[in-house]
């Protein structure tokens, strides 16, 4: 495994009219690592995945991407060295079946934009690969199915196929077990497992037994400041994270050893 750095902030801070959300972070991601981002409620992890994928602008600090600053490119130039963001609302398009989202999504490695109107037998060429790609993530079998139909957790893997489509670098992955039952948190925690072969993971994840389970490396931030950092082992362990996370969360870090 290559221990180089494929992702770093360094001083990222975001303030929103006073209110500092992000403050100063140094964050550093280990390439072909799972590193997850955790905190409690309101501790900055998604403003940080925003600044990272250029939904919003940083106050202040600086964003590399293999050592060379991103800082001032935008979303869709993010989106095409590699770094791809998944899990978000309404990642996928309801009304169209299963295989036509992965399509859709494959039109990017082609250099299309999303064509809509291609022919049949132009988008057809695409199957292959996205039927391989539903193979991946356990789809195969509901291809042709409408996706609105599809059950929460299924949907969550359409989105990873998709995220798959575009061949990501790295995956930048934003709570992606959230409102999952158990059953369903267990096939995706194995399907990020396997995406992850060849490939770098950054996540923001409440659930900390998913956590321990997956990662590598882990980020604590708390009032948008980076509280620790390390493995599952010393992260929790760690007096100030125990604190962060009082009360019913502080369960949920002894419960996920």
Known sequence: MSQALILETRQLTKEFRG???????????????????IGPNGAGKTTVFNLLTKYLPPTRGDILYRGKSITKMKSN???????????????????MTVLENVRVALQRTMGNSFHFWKSNKVLNQLNERAMALLESVGLAHYAQHITVELPYGRKRALE??????????????????????????????????QAAKGRTVLMVEHNLSVVSRLCDKITVLARGAVLAEGDYASVSAHPKVREAYMGSEQATVEGAH
């Open 19 to 37: 209110f500092t959300a992000v403050n100063a972070v140094d964050l550093q991601v280990t390439e072909g690592q799972i590193h997850a981002l």
């Open 160 to 193: 990873l196929a998709t995220t798959l489509a575009m061949e990501p670098t790295v995956m930048l992955l934003d709570e992606p077990t959230q409102g999952m039952g158990h059953e369903d948190v267990d096939r995706v925690v194995e399907l990020i497992r």
């Open 77 to 95: 130039e993010i989106a095409r060295l590699g770094l791809v963001r998944s899990f978000q609302i309404s990642a996928v398009f309801p009304q």
